[in-house]
């Protein structure tokens, strides 16, 4: 069998790489790696290959950054001959980026078996580009792989016929399980010169930092905290120009750290470290629940209600005072302990191939040309 894991941005490798590793040590299963481009400088991409013992792509669309509608178009332009000549009988598609939905909607035309890894997410709020991402990659992929009871409790609310839904578990846990003992948290807070408590910050949504006023806010915010306590913040690179434009250098004090954007080991070695986590990232939501470090997510709503419900996280939404209010409440606090909510355990991509064996029969009448029973037309 045969699976083509497509990515594109960030968040994907750290999803694909535990898929890729489970394929090599079963045996039988041949993958095709399929990178889009959609990320594709050494700080956003290729460390990242390197961090996760991921093989290198075998294919590299190339596609680069643009609009929203632009890069789903080039991404589908790029990819469809590929998947036409390659035919694999699966097409794994993860995450909800444009990347995730360009890579569902031609391998479906193409009458490929696709499946979505991580469906069922839901913030329940549409002026998230994201929210749109995973609405329409669900209504359209064959098999929908859940990484919590709350996503599958999503996609029957929607509709999704049951046979269509396998809750599975969180492929990022295994990515993150799967470098934690190969770090050394000590000696990256040491090479950075850092205290023995800081706070460390995730910001790149266009909701927080493509709006001027809301920016200066929450960076008066961050100054404002670290006067008090070391806050380290290494800064996406489509953050960068934006954040030096709303908080100039000669405004910033001293315990305030911008940093170059970090490979994947060395921010899971700072974040397992922090004393608290500020971030408006889904996948640091996740990662900071299973280490047991606070965290406040800077948006209204979350994809991720379990790492609420069950985890470390708190929304703060994005006003700057409730934002210094909440971290000097948490970081009075002692630290949580950590928690794997059900399905977090490791072993979410040796499911996944599972479900993928015995669901292959059932997709043979797409690849004839027919759709299977209880598949969307």
């Known amino acids: ?25 079963r045996g039988g299963l041949r993958t095709r790696i399929i990178h889009t481009g959609q990320h594709y400088d050494d700080a956003m991409s290729r460390v990242f290959f390197d961090d996760l013992d991921l093989p290198r792509p075998d294919v590299n669309l190339g596609v680069g950054s643009a609009s929203h509608g632009v890069q789903t178009g080039r991404v589908m332009a790029a990819l469809e001959p590929v998947l036409a000549s390659d035919r694999p009988d699966w097409v794994l598609v993860v995450g909800d980026v444009n990347s995730t939905l360009a890579a569902a909607l031609v391998a479906v035309k193409l009458g490929i078996p696709t499946a979505h890894v991580e469906a069922g997410l839901r913030s329940g709020d549409r002026r998230m580009p994201e929210e749109i991402n995973r609405l329409a990659t669900d209504a359209v992929a064959d098999l929908l792989l859940a990484p919590s009871r709350d996503a599958v409790d999503n996609l029957r609310r929607e509709g999704h016929p049951g046979e269509r839904i396998a809750l599975v578990g969180n492929v990022m846990v295994d990515s993150l399980l799967h470098v934690l003992p190969r770090l050394d948290p000590e000696g990256v807070c040491r090479g950075l010169g850092l205290a023995e408590e800081f706070v460390l910050v995730t910001l790149h949504r266009p909701s927080n930092v493509d709006d001027p006023a809301r920016l200066a806010g929450l960076l008066r915010a961050l100054a404002a905290l670290a006067a008090e306590v070391s806050v380290v913040f290494p800064v996406h690179p489509r953050t960068r120009p934006l954040l030096d434009a709303a908080l100039p250098a000669g405004e910033r004090p001293a315990g305030l750290r911008l940093l170059p954007p970090c490979s994947y080991r060395e921010f899971i070695a700072l974040e397992s470290r922090a004393r608290l986590v500020i971030t408006d990232s889904g996948g640091v939501q996740e990662e900071t629940t299973v280490l047991g470090v606070p965290c406040l997510t800077v948006r209204d709503t979350t994809e991720r209600p379990v790492t609420v419900r069950e985890g470390t996280n708190r929304l703060v939404g994005g006003d700057p005072r409730r934002l210094l209010a909440a971290a000097r409440l948490a970081l009075g606090r002692p630290r949580p302990p950590a928690h794997r909510p059900e399905g977090w355990d490791g072993r979410a991509s040796e499911r996944i191939l599972d479900r993928l064996a015995c669901t292959a029969a059932d997709a043979a009448p797409r690849r004839a040309g027919r759709l299977p029973a209880g598949a969307h037309g």
């Open 1 to 25: 069998m045969t699976l083509a894991l497509v990515a594109g941005a960030r968040p994907n490798f750290m999803k694909i790489a535990p898929l890729a590793r489970a394929a090599a040590a």
